[in-house]
């Protein structure tokens, strides 16, 4: 998984603090789950299953040109099968694969490869379909510096983590960058926009679709931090944290049309105060998580915008910055956050508290 690939590098680097910086940022979840869920849309299949009809009719079009099978009959059941392939690689690709195999990442910024070039890779060495689709596979079922074809990436990167999709879906995601062409400008945005027109209709879609905003930010700051950890070191990664944080937020919000912060009513970033809509919706939520146990999203129109709040609870490791200044926060640690936010006021937490919300602010 890919946290263990983190665990690794920062182990390697052994810098305790670094590590803890970065967890961080995973860890901003809705709900205080696995560092890093894969299937973050889980709970919003049958959504995705409708929008996937207009995708998935466009792409039949591309694909069934050059291609000559059988009877009629024969080639709507093979339309199905593919749309649904397709269906889902694209879904993977544009979430899972483009945040580190960015076709657009500054020099500096880049994690790895942008798709093109491994695509171009593959392609030179396997020409049909089916052998393309098997070699991709078959190296990211289980990634080993022995059964890359890039090894040069492997010593420029390191070797990709196993992000631990089952091997239908890397067939998915392989036949789907097999057959799309990624030169095409608006490859990866095609499928958002008509998500965006065709199907963003109730409050209910609003709300799941900020909830997926806000875990994909999670994972694009997770990501950054980790590139700084790689290129500039633990010491690099701290100043991250402390500078990068809130403009990487936004540009991961212009890509998705959407405008996200982090915010709370003890705040350690002075820009991360809640207003007094948000802190009126904090102080409801703490109120039904000490009654109930737990804290629902919520949802609100202004104007032209739909405005999404998502709780974002502790977890025991959040407290060895957020804990208790005594007992919980070690000294360095007390003494670089101090040096950094001297006005602080994000401590004194315990397990499962309220530590702050998403809000994501999204285009009606
Ligand atoms: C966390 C960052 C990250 C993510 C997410 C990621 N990759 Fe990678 N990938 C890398 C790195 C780093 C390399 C270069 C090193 C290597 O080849 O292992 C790489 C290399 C590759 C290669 C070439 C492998 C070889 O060496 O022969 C393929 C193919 C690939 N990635 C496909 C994908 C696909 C498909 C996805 C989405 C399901 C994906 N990657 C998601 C980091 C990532
Ligand atoms: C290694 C130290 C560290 C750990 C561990 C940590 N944080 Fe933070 N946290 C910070 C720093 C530093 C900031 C300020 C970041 C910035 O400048 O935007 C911050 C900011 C935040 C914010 C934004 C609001 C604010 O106060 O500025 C939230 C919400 C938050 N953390 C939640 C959590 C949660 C939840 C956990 C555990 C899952 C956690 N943090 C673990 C260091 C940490």
Same mark, same amino acid.
């Not at 945040?99 to 500096?108: G, K």
């Not at 409050?203 to 799941?208: R, S």
């Given at each position: 998984m890919l946290h263990e690939w983190l665990k690794?590098?920062?182990?390697?680097?052994r810098d305790n603090a670094s590590l803890l910086f970065y967890l961080h940022s995973l860890n901003n979840d809705v709900a %205080?789950?696995?560092?890093?869920?894969? #299937?973050?849309? #889980? #709970?919003?299949?049958? *959504?995705?299953? *409708?929008?996937?009809v207009l995708l998935s009719s466009a792409l039949f079009l591309v694909l069934f040109h050059s291609c000559n099978t059988g009877t009629q009959t024969e080639s709507q059941a093979s339309e199905n099968e593919i749309s649904k392939t397709m269906q889902e690689g694209f879904e993977i690709v544009t979430q899972n694969c483009v945040?580190?195999?960015?076709?657009?990442? %500054?020099?500096?910024a880049r994690l790895a490869p942008p798709l093109l070039a491994v695509k171009k890779h593959y392609?030179? *060495?396997?020409? %049909?379909?089916?052998?393309?689709?098997g070699a991709m596979r078959s190296f990211l079922t289980k990634p080993t510096a022995e059964s890359s074809e890039m090894p040069n990436a492997v010593e420029k990167f390191g070797l990709m983590p196993n992000l631990g999709y089952t091997k239908e879906q890397l067939s998915a995601v392989a036949a789907y960058i097999y057959n799309t062409d990624l030169e095409k400008p608006g490859w990866n945005k095609e499928y958002s926009n008509k998500d965006k027109q065709n199907t963003l209709g109730s409050?209910?879609?609003?709300?799941?679709e900020g909830q997926r905003l806000a875990m994909a930010t999670k994972s694009v700051l997770g990501k950054n931090l980790l590139s700084s950890i790689q290129h500039k070191g633990p010491e690099g990664a701290l100043v991250f944290c402390n500078e990068r944080a809130i403009p990487l937020t936004d540009s991961m919000a212009q890509e998705l049309e959407a405008s996200i912060k982090r915010v709370s009513d003890k705040n350690r970033n002075p820009g991360?105060?809640?207003?007094?809509?948000?802190?009126?919706?904090?102080? *409801?939520?703490?109120l039904a998580l000490t009654n109930t146990g737990s804290i629902e999203p919520h949802i609100s129109e202004k104007?032209?915008?739909?405005?999404?709040?998502?709780?974002?609870? %502790?977890?025991a490791m959040c407290l060895k910055c957020h804990g208790s200044t005594e007992s919980d926060i070690d000294l360095n640690t007390l003494s670089a956050i101090n040096a950094r936010y001297p006005n602080d006021n994000a401590t004194g937490y315990k397990s499962n508290e309220l530590r702050g919300i998403w809000v994501i602010e999204m285009k009606k």
């Open positions: 690794y590098i920062a182990s390697a680097r %205080t789950e696995p560092i890093l869920d894969i #299937d973050i849309d #889980d #709970d919003l299949k049958p *959504k995705e299953k *409708k929008r996937f945040s580190c195999h960015s076709p657009n990442a %500054t020099q500096e392609s030179e *060495k396997h020409d %049909t379909e089916e052998a393309f689709v409050e209910e879609d609003y709300l799941k991360n105060l809640a207003n007094e809509e948000e802190l009126a919706y904090i102080k *409801k939520a703490k104007g032209d915008r739909m405005i999404g709040y998502y709780p974002i609870l %502790t977890n």
